[in-house]
């Protein structure tokens, strides 16, 4: 059984997350400025926060009804190939700042390491605050595990502090908002908005080339430039 207030949810963070990566292209393309503290950049940080947060909801709703590490690992395997195809797509292009942990990676790390606590709200809750707590190194190697500060640029990052911290805490506070699995609001969403929070995860793998390909058509990007 599917909860369409968190498929609307997630078509709510797709779509902040296309104007965010849209405005984070024409940064990086050096046709606009974001700087730290901008509307954009909480943008983008809302954008995130919203769904690592409905990902540790959905991770909780999934493991209520089937508590399998097979099936979980299997359901894992397309986030990990997707991750890493980004990761070699983002190398490509932009060497100098490709995706080496970006939320993908987040996410199926998340998926496999949260496995012993996904029925065990309180756990989880105390794994959450932990991983807010850990210290992030200095270290450039260390950015490959989500453990590095910010000192390596990279287009995506979601470093374990604080969003894997997030994914479990949000674990155990959807134990207290869907304690049976069932919807809290009682509303008919329009399907067709339903559709894009169904399919998150392809329309994030494909946006990118759109909106640098839009870019191009507009003549504000030229080839060389990528």
Do not use: C
Request: aromatic share 18%; hydrophobic share 55%.
């Amino acid at each position: 059984m599917r909860i369409e207030e968190l498929d609307s949810l997630r078509a709510t963070a797709l779509v902040m997350m296309l104007i965010s990566n849209f405005v984070s292209d024409l940064d990086y393309f050096g046709i606009m400025e974001v700087i730290k503290g901008d509307k954009w950049w909480w943008l983008a940080r809302a954008t995130a926060f919203l769904f690592v947060s409905i990902s540790g909801i959905s991770y909780f709703l999934a493991h209520q009804k089937e508590y399998d590490f097979m099936v979980t690992l299997k359901r894992t395997q397309r986030l990990i190939f997707w991750a890493f195809v980004i990761t070699f797509i983002t190398y490509s292009f932009a060497p100098e700042a490709y995706v080496r942990f970006g939320v993908l990676h987040l996410l199926a790390l998340g998926s496999i390491v949260a496995f012993p606590v996904a029925r065990k709200p309180l756990y989880a809750f105390g794994i959450g605050i932990f991983l807010l707590l850990i210290p992030l190194s200095s270290n450039s190697n260390s950015v490959w595990i989500g453990l590095q500060g910010t000192g390596t640029f990279a287009v995506d990052y979601f470093p374990l502090n604080p969003w894997l911290g997030i994914f479990f805490i949000f674990i155990s506070i959807a134990s207290k908002i869907y304690p049976e699995g069932k919807p809290v609001l009682n509303f008919e969403w329009p399907y067709r908005w339903l559709w894009f929070g169904r399919n998150t995860l392809i329309i994030y793998v494909i946006h990118q080339p759109i909106l640098i390909g839009l870019l191009i058509l507009s003549g504000n990007v030229h080839l060389e430039d990528l």
